[in-house]
Structures are given as C-alpha cells and as structure tokens.
C-alpha cells in the first residue's frame, strides 16, 4: 500500500515510483490509466512526465480529494469514481478506443487505514465497516450474519489464518449474545483465541482476520484478476500494463496472469501441443517481480512487501479469463453477508 496522508497521519509517500515510471515510460502523447487513483502520488508524476491521465478509484473520499488536481490540470486529469475492473468500459465511454499504459498499485490506502472511522484498522478503535466504496454489506455484515463454515474459509483463505477455524468459532459463539460493531470488539476476541506470536515476530494476532475480512467486503482478489482481463482489452500493441501488489494472494494472481499471457511454447506440459499454444498477449518486461530498494524500505516501512510486475501488450487478441487458473478462491458470495 502507499502512504498516503490522512488526519494527522504521516505525509503521503508513493511506493516504488521511480520503477513505476521506469516501467510505464508516460510522455507527452500519452494516454495512462491510473486504476488506483488514491491521494494521487502516480498520476501527479505521470503527468510531470506529460502524459495525459485517466484515473479511478472506488472511493469516494479519494475521489472528492483528487477534484483540485483535476481542476488544475485543466483537461490533462479525467477522475473516474468506479472499479478498475471495469476500466474499459470507463475508457471507452470517454470515448477513447485504447490507452498507451495502465498502472496499479493495489490494496487501501493510509488515507483509508489511517481513519479509524473507516474501520479498516485494529489498531483504533472504529466503526466495523472496510468498505472502500462505502455502500454494500460492510465487515461487520460478514462478521454477524456469515455462516460460520462459510466465514471459516474467508478467514483461511484470504487471511492465511492457521487458527481460522476457531477464530470463526469463537465468533459464532459470541455473536449469538451480542452483534460486532467495532473493530476493537473484534480485535480482542481474536487476539483471546490467536495467541501473540513469540517475540521476534511482531505482527498482531488480529492482523490475518483483519485482511481476510477487508479483501472478502471488497472483492478484492477478483476485482484484480478482472482488472488484468481489462487491461488487455484496453491496452493498444506497446501498451504497459505495471502492477505493484503488497501480499501473495494478490501476487501471485499477477504472477500466473503474465506467466499465462506471455507464453509462447507449450513448455512443460505434454497434454497441450505446440499448435495449440494461443499467442502471447503479452512480453513480460524484466525477469520476474522487482522488489522496492533498501533506502526505499528503510525511509518507507510500508514498501516492504511492495512487488512490481509488468509486461508491454502484443497484437495478440485479448482473452477470456479463467480465475480458477489464476488462483482467485471461490467463496460464498458477499450477498450472502447481508441482513
Ligand atoms: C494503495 S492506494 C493507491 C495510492 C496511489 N498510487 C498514490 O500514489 O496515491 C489504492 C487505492 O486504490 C483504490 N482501489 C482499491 N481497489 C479498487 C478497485 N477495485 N477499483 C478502483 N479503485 C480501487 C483504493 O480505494 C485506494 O484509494
């Protein structure tokens, strides 16, 4: 995540810019989605580079902030409140037919982590909501009217949370006396049944419950896949697709995704022939993730996990995803959260 500022909280600071752009190469001509708009820290760059910017976001707080860059770029920033799976459908409908490139930088922002009234956070107390779009069923829709077997594999799955099954239970348990409203409530029950870590490895016992919860209110691992899928329809021959994510779930998503669409041989696998091998709809560019440098990890904590991958389109037709393939769990849809 990038830091980005929020009351009180530290100034905002983009992670892994400088490869960004290295990655993205904007110039004057230039037409780049910015799918993670958040307090702007790419597309201001990307504009002092020349470029013009498309840029989304599905928070409205985001969006209300970005409305005195837009008003001083005079026509260069266009703000779109939406999702970046749909990041086609919003450029077409400016009436453009393509884009030059496309930049991501996923998961929430400080701004978001940072206010408690968000309730993105365990550290302070707040409302149980994480809804970065603040409308739909929130985190504490999930936490009171999931079933239990259901919240069990939210919690394995997109938390990694060995102890899923008895952080579910303890909730079912108590949610039977009295509903979760605050993050805090929910934090220390989790922390009764996942003990403290041994010292050395300082991360909270709320941590992994805490993300399970935030990418299941937000769809967040499908909304990444399917904004892979609108990328390469919307990227023209040339065109960057960079994507910087902060945990493996997210990774690894991007990872398979490149991994399938730069293919050019039929590889290892014996069951396919070479024929059959669709082309590559992508090159990858660079071998593999690059990681943020030491001096940035030291000035800025928060890179630390930060992964930067990134392929140029080829002429090759876009094709239909396959999210099982991708490794986006399948789980019992939000719906089934809400009261
Ligand atoms: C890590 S921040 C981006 C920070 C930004 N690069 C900067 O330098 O200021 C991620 C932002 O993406 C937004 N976001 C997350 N998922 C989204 C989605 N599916 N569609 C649109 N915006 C999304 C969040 O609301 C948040 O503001």
């Given amino acids: 995540m990038s830091a980005v500022h929020g009351e009180g909280a530290q100034p905002h600071v983009p992670v892994m810019l400088a490869e960004v752009l290295e990655a993205t190469q904007p110039g004057p001509g230039c037409v780049v989605v910015d799918g993670t708009f958040g307090a702007g820290g790419y597309t201001r760059a990307i504009l002092q580079a020349g470029a013009e910017v498309i840029a989304i976001d599905r928070d409205p707080n985001a969006i209300a902030a970005g409305q005195e860059l837009v008003a001083a770029?005079?026509?260069?920033?266009?703000?779109?409140?939406?999702?970046?799976?749909?990041?086609?459908?919003?450029?077409?409908?400016?009436?453009?037919p393509s884009v030059d490139a496309v930049v991501l930088d996923l998961g929430v922002s400080s701004m978001q982590l940072d206010q408690a009234e968000r309730g993105f956070s365990f550290r302070s107390d707040g409302p149980l909501d994480m809804r970065m779009e603040q409308a739909g069923p929130s985190a504490a829709d999930v936490v009171n009217h999931?079933?239990?077997?259901?919240?069990?594999?939210?919690?394995?799955?997109?938390?990694?949370?060995?102890?899923?099954?008895?952080?579910?239970?303890?909730?079912?348990e108590r949610r039977k006396e009295r509903p979760f409203t605050r993050t805090a409530d929910l934090a220390a029950l989790v922390e009764k049944v996942v003990k403290r870590p041994p010292r050395g490895r300082q991360i909270h016992p709320a941590t992994r419950t805490f993300q399970a919860l935030r990418i299941y209110v937000n769809g967040e691992l499908n909304e990444v896949a399917e904004a892979l899928g609108a990328a390469e329809r919307v990227l023209r021959p040339g065109g960057r697709l960079v994507v910087v994510t902060f945990h493996s779930l997210e990774d690894r998503i991007v990872k398979r995704?490149?991994?399938?669409?730069?293919?050019?041989?039929?590889?290892?696998?014996r069951h396919l022939p070479e024929e059959e091998v669709p082309p590559a709809t992508f090159e990858l560019i660079g071998r593999g993730a690059r990681d943020p440098s030491e001096a940035e990890v030291e000035a800025n904590p928060r890179a630390r996990s930060a992964k930067l991958r990134a392929g140029a389109r080829t002429e090759a037709p876009a094709r239909d995803l396959d999210l099982s393939m991708l490794g986006v769990p399948r789980l019992a849809p939000l719906g089934d959260a809400g009261e």
């Fill in 73 to 96: 770029e005079a026509g260069r920033l266009t703000l779109v409140a939406g999702r970046f799976s749909q990041m086609d459908a919003h450029v077409v409908a400016l009436g453009r």
């Fill in 146 to 172: 999931l079933p239990q077997k259901d919240l069990t594999r939210v919690i394995g799955l997109l938390g990694e949370e060995k102890r899923a099954s008895a952080v579910s239970r303890a909730i079912a």
């Fill in 257 to 269: 995704f490149f991994a399938d669409r730069s293919r050019t041989r039929a590889g290892g696998s």
